[in-house]
């Protein structure tokens, strides 16, 4: 409704080999109005193929996932 307020949240929902996936909620006093899914893949701008994310980037996705699947993000 127009002059609503609308609380945003960012949740890792999936890491993959190349890819991730990140969840965006929208809510208003606590109702959920609005949902979205975003994926995201690494690219290798010369061959315009997927490529595998770099381990230590890996490493701290994976922990975030972690995190974000307890329900406590921060």
Do not use: K
Not at 11 to 39: I, N, P
């Amino acid at each position: 409704r127009l002059g609503d307020v609308i609380g945003f949240e960012l949740v890792l929902e999936a890491v993959g080999r190349t890819s991730y996936r990140l969840r965006f909620d929208g809510r208003v006093d606590g109702e959920l109005r609005l949902r979205a899914t975003l994926v995201i893949v690494s690219i290798d701008m010369q061959q315009g193929r997927p490529q595998p994310f770099a381990p230590d980037l890996r490493e701290r996705m994976e922990a975030y996932l972690r995190l974000c699947q307890d329900g406590s993000p921060e």
